[in-house]
């Protein structure tokens, strides 16, 4: 038996390794994404004007629970096929994540009057109604906002993680090939 070339371990965060990242990663994609997308399905029959942008947001994230998925499989099991495909995917997904963002967020704006109307139904009599339903609609806003640009740095962090990982894997695949010749003298 030839002796194997270490392959130095790539790490994030200083000092976790790639390897765990995609799996911790990885999992929270499935666990999220399922998460998100069961909420979006109970919010879809209870929504009115924003039913695109939701259908939108749902595959998006039923799209992540499956990526994911074959990323947990693929970190644990150390194939590097599986990690290949898992970075495409992942970063495939973050373009069409951020192109369905960008649509919901849009439609949020542009629906905004319509929710400060339906906020004031019934409230005529209340002098502080309006002021209260616009700061609502301007915090729904900006909590918006604020999650996606989360998510999406979270999901770009991924995205290097899940690369690092894939050059290590290269690394070591390679590794597993050279043969060292020591009788050669």
């Not at 947990?72 to 997904?93: D, P, S």
Request: proline residues 2%.
């Amino acid at each position: 038996m030839s002796p194997r070339a270490a392959v130095r371990s790539r790490t994030f965060c200083c000092c976790i390794p790639v390897r765990a990242g995609v799996i911790l990663l990885s999992l929270l994609g499935f666990l999220g994404g399922g998460a998100v997308s069961a909420v979006g399905i109970i919010s879809l029959k209870k929504s009115s004007g924003a039913e695109k942008s939701l259908i939108i947001q749902i595959v998006v994230y039923v799209l992540l629970c499956v990526i994911s998925l074959l990323g947990l499989i693929g970190g644990i099991g150390r194939k590097l096929l599986l990690v290949r495909i898992y970075f495409g995917m992942l970063v495939f997904h973050l373009a069409f994540s951020v192109g369905g963002g960008i649509f919901a967020i849009y439609r949020v704006f542009k629906d905004s009057p319509n929710y400060i109307t339906e906020c004031l139904l019934g409230k005529e009599s209340d002098p502080n109604a309006q002021k209260t339903c616009e700061q609502g609609a301007s915090l729904l806003k900006g909590l918006m906002i604020t999650v996606f640009i989360l998510f999406w740095a979270l999901e770009t962090w991924a995205c290097v993680i899940v690369h690092n990982y894939n050059r290590q894997l290269e690394e070591e695949e390679a590794t597993r090939s050279v043969v060292k010749d020591t009788e050669a003298w």
